[in-house]
């Protein structure tokens, strides 16, 4: 089955999850849309957030004939993952539960911390999911708004992340927890950072490993592995500014896996 996995996200952060599943799944085809455009979606009102959800879905399936969709955003997950999964035919994940499982395996005092945008943290998607998974759960939860900007913005590079993740994170370090879930796939690209914030006996997880091994098992499942021995050629699309979203795929990759494009989505789909 050659056809391509779809991965979407409010902007740069979905990188994160797709370099885990090219890891896991090296001859698999990626198309990525990113709404750079758009983003942040943290604060946006629901509709508005679902609305850009369905866009970014719709273009894939009409112009790429996508066999899996995979929510790589987590705000996104949080409010629309439920709608679209019941809506279409294919296969389609996100990111919060995977993270889940993934804290819960990994905590000792059972006391995890949780980390993410405004529209993420108030919907707690997360904490229902772990509470869901294991009773008995301390979850602490903290919005962190600065940090998607800032990871958009490129200036991760230098050294500013020490101010921002010190600023965004300090009601998080004195809770007690050992555990902190990346809530938002931007966060990965800033984890040391936050690890050396946190200090080494926070464990700090983020989703894309466990996303990525639930992808291959589903398609495994069903039968839609690509077979093909042909080097697939990745295609990544953004709606916003193409050469900043070179520059931090080309950081996070260590080279440009595919190439880039520019793509508008407005009025793509209407509900």
């Known amino acids: 089955m050659d056809q391509p996995i779809g991965v979407i996200d409010s902007g740069v952060g979905g990188l994160t999850v797709a370099k885990e599943i090219m890891r896991q799944l090296p001859k698999e085809k990626i198309i990525y849309v990113g709404d750079t455009k758009r983003c942040p979606y943290g604060p946006r009102k629901e509709e508005e957030v679902l609305q850009y959800t369905w866009e970014m879905a719709h ?35 996100g990111v919060i539960q995977p993270g889940a499982r993934t804290a819960i395996k990994v905590t000792n005092n059972q006391h995890i911390g949780v980390i993410g ?12 999911a772990l509470l869901s998974l294991k009773a008995g759960l301390t979850v602490q939860s903290l ?10 913005s490129g200036t991760f590079l230098d050294q500013t992340a020490e101010a921002v993740v010190k600023d ?10 050992d555990t902190l879930i990346l ?3 931007h966060y990965p690209i800033l984890k040391e950072p936050i690890q050396r914030f946190m200090g080494s006996d926070v464990s700090i997880i983020s989703s894309g490993d466990e996303t990525a091994r639930e992808a291959s098992t589903i398609l495994s499942y069903k039968g839609l592995l690509n077979t093909s021995k042909e080097t697939p050629v ?16 080309r950081d996070w990759f260590g080279y440009l896996p595919g190439k880039v494009e520019t793509v508008s989505l407005e009025h793509i789909y209407q509900q």
């Open 143 to 152: 919005a962190c708004p600065l940090l998607v900007p800032f990871v958009e």
């Open 59 to 93: 273009y894939l399936l009409k112009h790429h004939h996508i066999k899996m969709l995979v929510i790589a955003c987590n705000t996104a997950t949080a409010i629309a993952l439920d709608e679209i999964k019941a809506t279409l035919d294919i296969p389609v994940i």
């Open 234 to 249: 990745h295609t990544f699309y953004t709606t916003g500014q193409q050469q900043n979203f070179q520059n931090i795929a």
């Open 183 to 185: 809530g938002c796939t």
């Open 117 to 128: 945008t405004i529209n993420t943290i108030k919907s707690e998607a997360y904490k229902e």
């Open 168 to 177: 965004s994170l300090e009601p998080m370090k004195e809770t007690g927890i």
